[in-house]
């Protein structure tokens, strides 16, 4: 006799192991970039500022329709024809989770503002009004970003050749 085994998942374990997928923090830059350009974006704006170690994306696309695929492994919250033609993993935000300490996210009107440590010990996001009003598309800001203004106008030099 032999008991059913089947495969399970400690998501607590592998959110906190995820880490490690996620050695180089400038490829944070190009899932931003990616994020963009798959809803719809022309524009992607990068500002990078030393002094506050903050790094602003803000791009022109649809913005983020259900925020919650954004913190969702393994969900995109893509269309269907980018589902069909890309396949996305729905993992790349997680590269932006891990580059910061903190992660402020506004669109349509909402803002979602966590300490990266909150959410990885998967405590519940607020998301409420934008007090400085809607953004078109969405403006993605971290906090405490390691990178220095030459490394991330480098690597945004090197991601951006692949896109248009």
């Known amino acids: ?7 399970t998942v400690n998501a607590a374990n592998l959110v906190r192991h995820l880490r490690n997928a996620f050695t180089r923090t400038d490829t ?5 970039m990616q994020t963009a350009r798959r809803a719809g974006a022309t524009s992607v704006a990068f500002q990078c500022d030393e002094t506050t170690r903050t790094l602003s994306v803000a791009d022109n696309g649809r913005g983020l329709e259900d925020p919650q695929a954004m913190f969702s492994i ?4 893509c269309d269907t024809k980018t589902m069909t033609d890309e396949r ?7 590269a ?3 580059a910061a300490e903190r992660v402020v996210i506004a669109s349509r009107g909402r ?8 959410l990885l010990d998967f405590q519940d996001i607020a998301a409420e009004a934008d007090a400085e009003g809607p953004v078109q598309g969405a403006r993605i800001t971290l906090q405490g970003w390691p990178l220095d203004d030459r490394q991330t106008k480098a690597a945004l030099a090197n991601y951006a050749r692949g896109f248009p």
């Open 1 to 7: 006799m032999t008991d059913a085994i089947k495969l």
């Open 28 to 32: 944070v830059l190009a899932e931003l």
């Open 74 to 77: 393994g969900e995109s919250g």
């Open 88 to 94: 996305p993993f729905g993992m790349g935000f997680m």
């Open 96 to 98: 932006a989770i891990y």
């Open 111 to 118: 803002r979602i503002d966590i300490a990266t440590c909150d």
